[in-house]
């Protein structure tokens, strides 16, 4: 009986998280809608609500856009619009912020995270998973030896985390990619690194989980 039970949770629970998130992500693009006339809203016209067109008006706007500004009158305007808030006080902080972060994670020839490093944290015992970055230029010309920058992601959120510069020779490269990493630390070393793991393995675990019992 309880070996049914973990298979079923083992099943039902990865899918259940999966549709929450789905739902929530569609949910918050579903908000677009209300951007256009309320004659227009197809709640209006229809009598009913479908879910998922305010995602597709959403992901419309966004190609939109880029195909917009891909010409030099689009470039103009993008310029145009930047200037206008960096002007604003406390808006210029927080969006100029916002737009290097999203410049260096989005961009096709960006770098966000170039290699996957163990270094030695919290204490010299200890090794950790860590993402190197961009080391500034006024501090690779002030520390005495070849230093590398470095992100280290806090599990199981990996968008938190510590920004230290370490000497390259106290690091090791490791063979591993990028999502590879990420699916590490926020499993914390659960997940294999294949994704692999299928219903029958999971059933076979459960059950041997459930034996040693």
């Known amino acids: 009986m309880k070996r049914y039970f973990i298979t079923g949770l083992l099943i039902w629970v990865p899918l259940g998280i ?14 677009s809608l209300l951007l256009l006339p309320e004659n227009w809203q197809p709640e209006k016209w229809l009598g009913f609500r479908i879910p998922g067109l305010g995602a597709i008006l959403t992901l419309l706007i966004i190609f939109v856009t880029g195909l917009a500004t891909a010409n030099i009158l689009g470039q103009k305007l993008v310029v145009f619009w930047e200037g206008f808030l960096l002007r604003i006080p406390v808006v210029n902080s927080i969006y100029n912020s916002v737009k290097q972060v999203s410049d260096t994670l989005l961009a096709s020839n960006g770098h966000a995270f170039r290699k996957v490093l163990l270094v030695r944290y919290p204490h010299p015992e200890a090794w950790s998973i860590a993402f190197q970055t961009n080391l500034p230029e006024e501090v690779a010309s002030k520390v005495p030896d070849q230093h590398v920058a470095v992100f280290i992601p806090t599990a199981p ?19 591993m990619s990028i999502d590879a990493a990420l699916k590490t630390i926020v499993s914390m070393g659960v997940a294999t690194s294949d994704g692999s793991a299928n219903p029958a393995s999971r059933f076979a675990n459960s059950k041997q989980v459930v034996n040693n019992k």
Do not use: A
């Open 18 to 31: 999966t549709l929450w998130v789905l739902n929530l992500l569609i949910g918050s693009m579903d908000q």
């Open 157 to 175: 959120s990996p968008v938190n985390g510590f920004y230290f510069f370490v000497k390259k020779s106290e690091t090791i490269e490791l063979d």
